[in-house]
């Protein structure tokens, strides 16, 4: 398989070192939290100083974040203006409103989509519509499930036609049949499209992901449940592909230790790519090229000329409620260089006066060797805290990625070092 290498720009979310907590949205707690910071940041040689403001609220189902962010320029005396320029901007001050949870019967989330799946995620998975802390959007998710059948939809802009995700399910036996496990028997259609990607309406670019699936539950028990499943995918006017696989879901008494873990076998036809909508879309979509011409994602489907096999598998879970964890890893048979590793971790409490997180993606993998190196295939972030009181931390972030420069046309290396004073106070609501 030959696919063109595309520069890769991927989460940052926003000052806070909060937003670990996005990797996690199984794991969204039930009580209201509030942060702050106060600290410096360096944005392309520019001195900053950086004052963040995120309360997490939350009262029962309900919950909400904020997000205001100021960076002050060291140099000049001014407030770093590309952050306020249009009126969108003072609305992303509130980062999300949500009702529920994903997986309960009614979910819905506006602003912030930090990772949007919708079913198994063959088509989309882990997708963020906050690419970059410069090109943050305002999404929709809204799922409700009514017992005989529900739906899933994602909307990545509120304020702009551009992704529209949607997935249908019936479970035809549940009323006919009302047996354990067999009642549960799902069959579902999913459909996801890009109406934009090329960001200019001129142009006829459309990309649109359909697809089915069948989801066959294994074992159902108060501590531990399974479920096997399949999938088929086609992208409109290029290729397809078919998973199966099986989630195991562990829950050591609620609060000690719970576990998700997800292995896939996958068949990939040419033109074909699993979860096309993920965690690197929106950088992914489009890129503009040194002679001012786009190079879109669909267009690398065509240099995907071979049919072929591959693995997924990911884990994700937390030990009393402390350590929490997500990692995933997939891989072609036989293709070199065609690894591509997520991880995320975060341990606010297990070790006293200490907290850390960190975050990590990579592709062309091969070998061990090319796991954990900082070039232009992986996005890095890294912090570490001092606990100075409960309720106030001394913290420094380290943040590597990628960033748009108009002038050259093409995505640079960024790297962002913010050491900040952060407050952090939980609350019962």
């Not at 403001?53 to 009262?59: D, F, G, M, V, Y």
């Not at 002050?72 to 005396?77: E, F, I, L, R, S």
């Amino acid at each position: 398989m030959k696919k063109r290498l595309m520069t890769l720009v991927v989460m940052l979310l926003c000052l806070s070192f909060t937003n670990l907590y996005s990797q996690f949205p199984a794991l969204e707690g039930d009580q209201g939290m509030f942060y702050g910071g106060l600290g410096m940041a360096t944005i392309d040689d520019e001195s900053f100083l950086a004052i963040n403001l995120s309360p997490e609220l939350s009262l029962g189902k309900f919950g909400a974040g904020l997000s205001i962010n100021l960076l002050y320029n060291t140099d000049n005396g001014a407030i770093r203006s590309v952050d306020w320029d249009e009126g969108y901007d003072w609305a992303r001050l509130i980062r999300y409103v949500r009702y529920g949870h994903k997986r309960d019967n009614f979910y819905t989330r506006v602003g912030a989509l930090d990772a949007a799946r919708l079913g198994h995620g063959f088509i989309m998975n882990y997708y963020t519509n906050q690419a970059s802390y410069d090109q943050r959007k305002l999404g929709l998710a809204l799922d409700y499930d009514f017992g005989f059948g529900g739906f899933e939809t994602v909307t990545s802009n509120l304020g702009r036609s551009e992704i529209f995700g949607g997935r249908v399910f019936v479970r035809p036996l549940r009323s006919v049949l009302p047996i354990p496990i067999l009642k549960d028997i799902a069959f579902g259609a999913t459909l996801v499209s890009d109406v934009d990607p090329d960001k200019k309406r001129d142009t006829g670019d459309e990309v649109t992901e359909y697809g089915f699936d069948v989801e066959v539950p294994l074992l159902k028990m108060p501590m531990f449940d399974s479920y096997a499943y399949y999938d088929y995918a086609k992208i409109n006017d290029y290729g397809s592909g078919s998973a199966v696989g099986a989630q195991a879901n562990l829950t050591v008494i609620a609060g000690i230790a719970e576990a998700t873990a997800r292995l896939e076998r996958r068949w990939l036809g040419d033109k074909f790519l699993p979860s096309y909508f993920n965690a690197f879309y929106e950088i992914e979509r489009f890129s503009p090229q040194e002679d001012e011409s786009i190079f879109r994602k669909d267009e690398s489907l065509a240099l995907i000329t071979d049919d072929v096999q591959g693995v997924f598998g990911e884990l994700v879970g937390h030990v009393f409620n402390t350590l929490h964890l997500v990692g995933n890893f997939q891989r072609l048979d036989d293709i070199k260089n065609s690894g591509i590793l997520h991880l995320a971790a975060e341990i606010p409490d297990a070790v006293p006066k200490i907290a850390a997180h960190a975050t990590y993606d990579r592709r062309s993998i091969e070998t061990g060797k090319d796991l954990f190196k900082l070039d232009d295939d992986s996005v890095a972030r890294v912090g570490i805290g001092y606990k100075i009181k409960p309720y106030l931390l001394l913290f420094m972030d380290y943040i590597y990625t990628f960033q748009f420069d108009e002038e050259a046309n093409k995505y640079k290396a960024q790297e962002r070092f913010e050491p900040k004073v952060s407050f952090v106070y939980n609350f019962g609501m």
